[in-house]
């Protein structure tokens, strides 16, 4: 990815930013944005009900990717 790019593989990385920073209104983002905010957010160690508040989803799904992602490395 180029330094200062704002899209990424289909993904709009300055929404998914936007939603991680916690700060204003959260854009809506596809699953695909909000499973790579939760990479980053996991990266950045954030705890699972964290995530799920900043993304709108439960605790449960936030895990569920977690495990999905983890069986991919």
């Given at each position: 990815?180029?330094?200062?790019?704002?899209?990424?593989?289909?993904?709009?990385?300055?929404?998914?930013?936007?939603?991680?920073?916690?700060?204003?209104?959260s854009?809506?983002?596809?699953?695909e944005?909000?499973?790579?905010?939760?990479r980053?957010?996991?990266?950045?160690?954030?705890?699972a009900?964290?995530i799920?508040e900043?993304?709108?989803?439960a605790?449960?799904t936030v895990?569920?990717?977690?495990?999905?992602?983890g069986?991919?490395?």
């Open positions: 990815m180029l330094p200062g790019s704002t899209w990424h593989r289909g993904i709009d990385l300055i929404a998914v930013e936007r939603a991680m920073s916690g700060r204003g209104p854009p809506a983002l596809t699953e944005e909000k499973r790579y905010a939760c980053e957010m996991t990266r950045a160690e954030m705890s009900r964290e799920a900043r993304l709108g989803v605790d449960r895990s569920r990717w977690r495990d999905e992602d069986d991919e490395t």
